[in-house]
């Protein structure tokens, strides 16, 4: 397990313990809260929240961590306008495909997670870096503070990169990650989710978001995927089961198609071409 | 500049198990130590309570020293000698974070050199933007319309402080007093 030793060596351990003092009742009826009051305000007239907000409290690890001044407003200058280049000297393209990293096959149901990134003009998003981690299929991360007596899997580690390709489609082969108690509150477990780590044509587009399966249960129970107020909002987060994607006596298919905001750079008539 | 058409997805917390996943090898060198021209950029990461916090994830964008915008591949492989331009480092168990650069030319003639940050950290539901700009040109800084925008107290949250061995310090704050000024740009 030397891969492993190496990993926790690099991992920082947080030691401080959170209080799980609130019960999953209080939390949820602080979510419902919030929510009723967002619904309202659209009904009034308010316009729809598209990201999550940053100051909700039942995270409460946000509590002391949100910006309490409004974002100021800016027209991006130069270097905002870009974004790094990352090329196939950066990412082999083995690093996409996370069942196949160690000696022997990991744990759990292989999937196979497929989409397309586009900024908010509908252009894709090409050749750029896509990184992604995720617990395994015990719902377990390597991790030093990840102390959930659930398994490691010593044929996982759960982490992947890929660059996206000239049509702007990013795919991995995995593991479906299994949910995991966390200490926001008592008996807190979140849904399973797949971190994402993105990177559009300028700067200003770059964002980390967590993908969710169809149909899991935990959504309604947790407060980070319900700190997006709005549920149109927080149902571009889940993937969709394609069956097309579903390969032949090999793994399950998932499709999750992600959009940056728009680019702020003049777009090139050669770039528009397709 | 044309209206966003789609709708953006939603971004979410960086979490606490980032750990093993983002940080790379030398990923907070843009070069190397030591290498004439190079400077250290440090600071501390601090929450509301005025403390420190040991899981936030910063990355930053600059131009190099003659103000040219780097658009070579080569970040994750740090190669030692391609100047990529960007960095990523995850803040120490006590929230300081480093990064191993060089200062940043202005991109245009009489513009004020700022490099460019992303912020992220587990408590922290969205990414934040924001700048740092350096300190010595101040007829720039003064010209410059994102911080002549800004009262004096909180524009002062923008501009480091060089040190004694020419590096530069910075401190970011989330919330309180001190709070840093956080940017959001057209279409976001």
Same mark, same amino acid.
């Given at each position: 397990?030397?891969?492993?030793?190496?990993?926790?060596?690099?991992?920082?351990?947080?030691?401080?313990?959170?209080?799980?003092?609130?019960?999953?009742?209080?939390?949820?009826?602080?979510?419902?809260?919030?929510?009723?009051?967002?619904?309202?305000?659209?009904?009034?007239?308010?316009?729809?929240?598209?990201?999550?907000?940053?100051?909700?409290?039942?995270?409460?690890?946000?509590?002391?961590?949100?910006?309490?001044?409004?974002?100021?407003?800016?027209?991006?200058?130069?270097?905002?306008?870009?974004?790094?280049?990352?090329?196939?000297?950066?990412?082999?393209?083995?690093?996409?495909?996370?069942?196949?990293?160690?000696?022997?096959?990991?744990?759990?149901?292989?999937?196979?997670?497929?989409?397309?990134?586009?900024?908010?003009?509908?252009?894709?998003?090409?050749?750029?870096?896509?990184?992604?981690?995720?617990?395994?299929?015990?719902?377990?991360?390597?991790?030093?503070?990840?102390?959930?007596?659930?398994?490691?899997?010593?044929?996982?580690?759960?982490?992947?990169?890929?660059?996206?390709?000239?049509?702007?489609?990013?795919?991995?082969?995995?593991?479906?990650?299994?949910?995991?108690?966390?200490?926001?509150?008592?008996?807190?477990?979140?849904?399973?989710?797949?971190?994402?780590?993105?990177?559009?044509?300028?700067?200003?587009?770059?964002?980390?978001?967590?993908?969710?399966?169809?149909?899991?249960?935990?959504?309604?129970?947790?407060?980070?995927?319900?700190?997006?107020?709005?549920?149109?909002?927080?149902?571009?987060?889940?993937?969709?089961?394609?069956?097309?994607?579903?390969?032949?006596?090999?793994?399950?298919?998932?499709?999750?198609?992600?959009?940056?905001?728009?680019?702020?750079?003049?777009?090139?008539?050669?770039?528009?071409?397709? | 500049?044309?209206?966003?058409?789609?709708?953006?997805? $939603?971004?979410?917390?960086?979490? $606490?198990?980032?750990?093993?996943?983002?940080?790379?090898?030398?990923?907070?060198?843009?070069?190397?130590?030591?290498?004439?021209?190079?400077?250290?950029?440090?600071?501390?990461?601090?929450?509301?309570?005025?403390?420190?916090?040991?899981?936030?994830?910063?990355?930053?964008?600059?131009?190099?020293?003659?103000?040219?915008?780097?658009?070579?591949?080569?970040?994750?492989?740090?190669?030692?000698?391609?100047?990529?331009?960007?960095?990523?480092?995850?803040?120490?168990?006590?929230?300081?974070?480093?990064?191993?650069?060089?200062?940043?030319?202005?991109?245009?003639?009489?513009?004020? $050199?700022?490099?460019?940050?992303?912020?992220?950290?587990?408590?922290?539901?969205?990414?934040?933007?924001?700048?740092?700009?350096?300190?010595?040109?101040?007829?720039?800084?003064?010209?410059?319309?994102?911080?002549?925008?800004?009262?004096?107290?909180?524009?002062?949250?923008?501009?480091?402080?060089?040190?004694?061995?020419?590096?530069?310090?910075?401190?970011?704050?989330?919330?309180?007093?001190?709070?840093?000024?956080?940017?959001?740009?057209?279409?976001?």
């Amino acid at each position: 397990m030397e891969m492993e030793e190496d990993l926790f060596s690099n991992s920082h351990v947080i030691e401080k313990l959170d209080a799980a003092e609130a019960s999953q009742d209080q939390i949820s009826a602080e979510i419902a809260s919030v929510h009723a009051e967002y619904s309202k305000g659209v009904d009034d007239g308010a316009a729809e929240e598209t990201q999550p907000r940053i100051d909700f409290s039942p995270y409460r690890s946000s509590l002391l961590r949100h910006p309490t001044k409004d974002p100021h407003h800016v027209d991006p200058e130069t270097i905002e306008l870009w974004s790094p280049a990352f090329g196939h000297q950066d990412v082999h393209a083995l690093e996409s495909d996370l069942t196949i990293q160690h000696n022997g096959e990991p744990m759990g149901e292989r999937i196979i997670v497929r989409g397309r990134i586009l900024d908010g003009d509908g252009h894709p998003v090409r050749n750029q870096l896509v990184e992604i981690w995720q617990a395994n299929s015990a719902g377990r991360y390597i991790h030093k503070r990840d102390q959930h007596p659930a398994p490691l899997d010593p044929n996982f580690t759960g982490v992947g990169r890929c660059i996206t390709t000239d049509d702007g489609f990013y795919e991995f082969t995995t593991i479906k990650p299994g949910p995991y108690p966390w200490k926001n509150h008592y008996n807190a477990w979140r849904p399973a989710h797949i971190h994402f780590s993105l990177f559009g044509t300028d700067f200003t587009q770059r964002m980390i978001t967590q993908m969710y399966f169809p149909g899991d249960p935990l959504f309604a129970l947790d407060p980070i995927y319900q700190s997006i107020t709005d549920s149109k909002a927080r149902d571009r987060l889940v993937a969709t089961y394609d069956h097309n994607i579903t390969s032949h006596e090999w793994a399950t298919g998932y499709n999750w198609d992600i959009v940056l905001t728009g680019s702020n750079r003049t777009w090139m008539e050669d770039e528009d071409a397709e | 500049m044309s209206e966003q058409k789609l709708t953006a997805t $939603p971004g979410q917390t960086i979490g $606490p198990f980032y750990g093993y996943a983002l940080p790379f090898d030398k990923d907070n060198q843009l070069l190397p130590p030591g290498m004439p021209g190079s400077i250290r950029l440090q600071g501390t990461v601090t929450d509301g309570a005025g403390d420190t916090i040991p899981d936030a994830l910063l990355e930053i964008w600059q131009a190099d020293a003659d103000g040219n915008i780097p658009q070579r591949t080569g970040s994750l492989v740090r190669d030692g000698y391609t100047f990529t331009g960007w960095g990523r480092t995850a803040v120490d168990n006590t929230g300081n974070y480093t990064f191993t650069t060089v200062n940043p030319g202005p991109t245009e003639a009489g513009s004020a $050199p700022f490099i460019s940050f992303v912020i992220f950290a587990r408590g922290l539901l969205n990414k934040l933007h924001t700048r740092m700009y350096l300190p010595d040109d101040e007829e720039a800084l003064a010209r410059d319309p994102l911080l002549s925008s800004l009262p004096e107290e909180r524009r002062r949250t923008l501009i480091a402080a060089r040190e004694a061995d020419g590096g530069l310090r910075w401190n970011i704050c989330l919330q309180g007093e001190d709070e840093t000024v956080f940017l959001t740009y057209p279409g976001a």
